[in-house]
Nanobody, 128 residues
Framework: QVQLVESGGGLVQTGGSLRVSCAAS????????MGWFRQAPGKEREFVAG????????YYADSVKGRFTISRDNAKNTVYLQMNSLKPEDTAVYSC?????????????????????WGQGTQVTVSS
């Protein structure tokens, strides 16, 4: 089975940038849509960004559109989330997830329940 491990989180000032990575192991995720979700204290987990298997389709939450970029390198079995112009409200645990339900599909789903495999998350804190 797939294991996902996030890295790259940390503390950044408002307006700064950070890139978090999601490294998959155990098997390839090249055929799966991948998503980034975040959960802030006291809030529900929310969709941040998603990418289909090839990287040709991406989808972003309105709250991060224009600031965040999801990408993937299937040769490295890794997915990235570049976060720019960070705001305090971006503070959360960021988790990556794999959607194995429809391999090689253009579909990018936005609900947490659609994703079958999750990483442990990495903390992103934006200071104000």
């Amino acid at each position: 089975q797939v294991q996902l491990v996030e890295s790259g989180g940390g503390l950044v000032q408002t307006g700064g940038s950070l890139r978090v990575s999601c490294a998959a192991s155990g098997r390839t995720v090249s055929g799966y849509a991948m998503g980034w979700f975040r959960q802030a204290p006291g809030k529900e987990r929310e969709f941040v960004a998603g990418i289909n298997w090839s990287g040709g389709r991406t989808y972003y939450a309105d709250s991060v559109k224009g600031r965040f970029t999801i990408s993937r390198d299937n040769a490295k079995n890794t997915v990235y989330l570049q976060m720019n112009s960070l705001k305090p409200e971006d503070t959360a645990v960021y988790s990556c997830a794999a959607d194995s339900s429809a391999p090689y599909s253009i579909v990018v789903r936005t609900t947490p329940t659609a994703y079958s495999t999750w990483g442990q998350g990495t903390q992103v804190t934006v200071s104000s």
